[in-house]
């Protein structure tokens, strides 16, 4: 996987940049499958907010469901997380990033309104996640679903739709970002990039 000059430079210049067809339609389809699939009888729990002792679930800030996805042969998710390992090696190349490992969430978002208020994946100074890059699975999204994500930028907001085979890429530590309320479920597989040096 090679990154466009534009992608690399807006990832510079306003620190995100969205690539529309990141796996082409046969793939894209057999993933939003499995991971309905996934969502419907994986076992997704609550995503908690905050980590360790902290932990809480409110879902007046947080209302999806989430499972941890791995490798596997075979599988539409695992050649989604092939391909978002080879992004992140693309982005080490052309953006000199240093990425190290990734870890990929799946997330539900059941609609009735469920969202994820405004917030950061990283803070500047510790090690941690470096890069967010958000692969959609919602092939028939309609405006009235909603389920927007809308990124914090220097100059206002843009507000992306989830729709099947978009992937955004942020820099984690730099944009606040929110999803908008959701009223239809929504399906979205985020990895996270970890520096090389992060233990
Ligand atoms: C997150 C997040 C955005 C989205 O899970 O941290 O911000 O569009 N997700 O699903
Ligand atoms: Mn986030």
Wanted: hydrophobic residues 40%; proline residues 5%; without cysteine.
């Amino acid at each position: 996987m090679e990154l466009r000059d534009d992608e690399i430079a807006a990832l510079g210049t306003k620190g995100f940049f969205v690539r529309d067809t990141f796996l082409g339609r046969e793939r894209a389809s057999s993933v939003h499958a499995e991971a309905r699939q996934r969502a419907q009888t994986g076992g997704l729990k609550p995503a908690g907010i905050r980590r360790g002792a902290d932990r809480t679930e409110d879902t007046t800030v947080r209302g999806d469901f989430i499972t941890w996805v791995v490798p596997g042969p075979d599988t539409a998710l695992g050649s989604l997380w092939q391909s978002f390992a080879e992004l992140g090696e693309a982005l080490s190349t052309g953006a000199y990033l240093g990425l190290g490992r990734f870890d990929l969430q799946l997330a539900h978002y059941p609609g009735g309104g469920a969202r994820y208020v405004r917030h950061r994946d990283a803070f500047p100074g510790q090690s941690n996640r470096r890069v967010t890059a958000i692969y959609y699975a919602n092939p028939d999204w309609q405006p009235e679903h909603g389920g927007l994500l809308r990124l914090y930028l220097d100059d206002g907001t843009l507000e992306v739709a989830p729709i099947l085979d978009r992937v955004v890429v942020f820099l984690s530590e730099r944009l606040e970002h929110e999803v908008l309320p959701a009223y239809a479920p929504r399906l979205a597989l985020t990895a996270w990039y970890y520096g090389r040096d992060a233990a």
